[in-house]
């Protein structure tokens, strides 16, 4: 007895870090799968989180990134007019929803998932109405076209055309009063535009039909925004509209000259000109960091749809008590770059290409120090390609980790632009922005696979450093 004990202990530790590694490997599967979808490229993305699903069918994350997968392909499917296999999606997407209804309420970690699921269905209904409308009720064509204006509308908005998207979603809550999506899209321009009133509104009215935690916390920072807006005016020109702090000047402030002239090296460098105002909106670090609440202590500034900066003091409304001039052009350039790679691809450009070249365009104005990277080169502790193009950058707690993934972005993205020219990459961003897979757009852009010249890359930088 006691022999088959022993065989039994030694049988489950040698059987526990093979289970434990299949647990990472599926959570690096998820984690792949997930951004793949973030990025657009929807069957690769699918593929993996379907066999992950093979393996652990109750798995809620994965349910839940199938679900947005799903409904985001059908969505473009039916924009390209491919109806038969839209429809498959349609029919898949059925199928986890009604996977996730019967699962018991404690295998979730909240109402998030289930509530999704509800707003899925619905979505389903509607879209299951276009592809087959014989099958389907007469009290559904309302439904339907509001889900149509909807889907419009966030094509607009992804170029950027806030009137027009804002027409659509107007129209598209007229006939359809349930989608909280729409109403979070219009507090999404409104914000957008400065206009913070409105947008606490519509957040509102999404939040009464749609109760999920990502939009509590949308509605939260908001309402954090909105208390520090009340000590700040508006200065507004032909590309920005700037949010500083009141009795300051600003018409004649080096702030509001080193945004233009940054927006005139990069939209020249790009050949790109954004058809709307950028936000910048101008702090104190106490400020900024009760605004951002989890932003690393060691973040200078902050791209998400508008520039934040802390420039002044606490005690002070002089922002130049703060940075140096090389620094705060540094941050200007890095963060005004965001904007306009997300501008050109329609938000689908993967992290490490954006900060990439966010990064490359702040080197002109204050070299970046390599030592950090240098050093890693050396000791072979690197991230791996998959590592830079997958890894969740918002994940990482280590100061040093995070560093490095930037650093090591920057250098691949000089790399590359070494080798290549600057349009080359503009081409590649418009090819993300239509939708083409990331692979597919780098080899159609620049000539080249990207698994060659990362191998280049990687050959030039263990000269360099190793």
Same mark, same amino acid.
């Not at 984690?31 to 793949?36: A, N, S, V």
């Not at 490229?41 to 593929?47: E, K, L, N």
């Not at 935690?213 to 954090?224: D, G, T, V």
């Given at each position: 007895?006691?022999?088959?004990?022993?065989?039994?202990?030694?049988?489950?530790?040698?059987?526990?870090?093979?289970?434990?590694?299949?647990?990472?490997?599926?959570?690096?599967?998820?984690?792949?799968?997930?951004?793949?979808?973030?990025?657009?490229?929807?069957?690769?993305?699918?593929?993996?989180?379907?066999?992950?699903?093979?393996?652990?069918?109750?798995?809620?994350?994965?349910?839940?990134?199938?679900?947005?997968?799903?409904?985001?392909?059908?969505?473009?499917?039916?924009?390209?007019?491919?109806?038969?296999?839209?429809?498959?999606?349609?029919?898949?997407?059925?199928?986890?929803?009604?996977?996730?209804?019967?699962?018991?309420?404690?295998?979730?970690?909240?109402?998030?998932?289930?509530?999704?699921?509800?707003?899925?269905?619905?979505?389903?209904?509607?879209?299951?109405?276009?592809?087959?409308?014989?099958?389907?009720?007469?009290?559904?064509?309302?439904?339907?076209?509001?889900?149509?204006?909807?889907?419009?509308?966030?094509?607009?908005?992804?170029?950027?055309?806030?009137?027009?998207?804002?027409?659509?979603?107007?129209?598209?809550?007229?006939?359809?009063?349930?989608?909280?999506?729409?109403?979070?899209?219009?507090?999404?321009?409104?914000?957008?535009?400065?206009?913070?009133?409105?947008?606490?509104?519509?957040?509102?009215?999404?939040?009464?039909?749609?109760?999920?935690?990502?939009?509590?916390?949308?509605?939260?920072?908001?309402?954090?925004?909105?208390?520090?807006?009340?000590?700040?005016?508006?200065?507004?020109?032909?590309?920005?509209?700037?949010?500083?702090?009141?009795?300051?000047?600003?018409?004649?402030?080096?702030?509001?000259?080193?945004?233009?002239?940054?927006?005139?090296?990069?939209?020249?460098?790009?050949?790109?000109?954004?058809?709307?105002?950028?936000?910048? @909106? !101008?702090?104190? $670090?106490?400020? #900024? *960091?009760?605004?951002?609440?989890?932003?690393?202590?060691?973040? =200078?500034?902050? /791209?998400?749809?508008?520039?934040?900066?802390?420039?002044?003091?606490?005690?002070?409304?002089?922002?130049?008590?703060?940075?140096?001039?090389?620094?705060?052009?540094?941050?200007?350039?890095?963060?005004?770059?965001?904007?306009?790679?997300?501008?050109?691809?329609?938000?689908?450009?993967?992290?490490?290409?954006?900060?990439?070249?966010?990064?490359?365009?702040?080197?002109?104005?204050?070299?970046?120090?390599?030592?950090?990277?240098?050093?890693?080169?050396?000791?072979?502790?690197?991230?791996?390609?998959?590592?830079?193009?997958?890894?969740?950058?918002?994940?990482?707690?280590?100061?040093?980790?995070?560093?490095?993934?930037?650093?090591?972005?920057?250098?691949?993205?000089?790399? @590359? !632009?070494?080798? $290549?020219?600057? #349009? *080359?990459?503009?081409?590649?961003?418009?090819?993300?922005?239509? =939708?083409?897979? /990331?692979?597919?757009?780098?080899?159609?852009?620049?000539?080249?696979?990207?698994?060659?010249?990362?191998?280049?890359?990687?050959?030039?930088?263990?000269?360099?450093?190793?």
């Amino acid at each position: 007895m006691k022999k088959q004990i022993r065989l039994l202990f030694i049988f489950v530790l040698f059987l526990s870090p093979l289970v434990f590694a299949d647990d990472l490997k599926l959570t690096s599967l998820i984690e792949k799968g997930t951004t793949l979808i973030k990025q657009g490229s929807y069957p690769a993305g699918i593929a993996i989180l379907e066999t992950v699903l093979t393996k652990d069918p109750d798995n809620t994350e994965v349910l839940s990134s199938l679900l947005t997968g799903y409904d985001s392909y059908s969505q473009k499917l039916m924009v390209e007019n491919n109806f038969a296999l839209a429809q498959n999606y349609v029919q898949k997407m059925n199928d986890v929803t009604q996977k996730i209804e019967s699962l018991p309420a404690h295998e979730f970690p909240g109402d998030d998932l289930k509530s999704q699921s509800r707003i899925k269905r619905e979505m389903t209904r509607a879209r299951a109405f276009l592809l087959n409308p014989e099958e389907q009720g007469s009290d559904l064509v309302s439904l339907n076209a509001g889900r149509e204006y909807y889907n419009e509308a966030v094509q607009y908005f992804n170029q950027r055309q806030y009137d027009a998207a804002e027409n659509l979603l107007k129209q598209s809550i007229e006939l359809d009063q349930s989608n909280s999506y729409a109403y979070e899209l219009l507090g999404e321009i409104a914000n957008l535009n400065q206009q913070l009133d409105q947008a606490e509104r519509y957040y509102k009215q999404a939040f009464l039909i749609n109760s999920n935690p990502a939009l509590r916390a949308k509605y939260e920072k908001l309402m954090r925004e909105k208390t520090i807006d009340k000590g700040q005016q508006q200065y507004e020109d032909e590309h920005f509209i700037i949010r500083y702090r009141r009795d300051e000047s600003i018409e004649g402030s080096e702030i509001r000259e080193y945004l233009r002239e940054a927006y005139r090296t990069i939209s020249q460098e790009l050949g790109h000109y954004p058809n709307y105002k950028i936000p910048v @909106i !101008l702090y104190d $670090r106490d400020e #900024y *960091q009760k605004l951002m609440g989890s932003v690393p202590h060691w973040s =200078g500034a902050l /791209f998400d749809g508008k520039i934040r900066i802390p420039v002044y003091l606490s005690s002070s409304k002089n922002f130049q008590n703060v940075y140096d001039t090389p620094e705060l052009k540094k941050l200007i350039y890095h963060e005004l770059t965001h904007a306009f790679i997300l501008d050109l691809s329609q938000t689908k450009c993967p992290i490490w290409l954006n900060e990439g070249l966010a990064q490359y365009n702040e080197n002109k104005i204050k070299p970046i120090d390599l030592a950090l990277f240098a050093k890693a080169v050396k000791s072979k502790s690197l991230l791996s390609t998959d590592e830079l193009m997958y890894q969740d950058i918002s994940k990482v707690t280590s100061q040093e980790k995070a560093m490095l993934y930037y650093l090591e972005s920057f250098s691949l993205v000089s790399y @590359i !632009l070494q080798q $290549r020219r600057m #349009y *080359q990459m503009k081409q590649f961003l418009i090819e993300l922005g239509r =939708g083409t897979a /990331f692979l597919e757009a780098f080899e159609k852009s620049f000539g080249r696979t990207f698994k060659d010249i990362s191998a280049n890359w990687q050959q030039e930088v263990d000269k360099l450093y190793g």
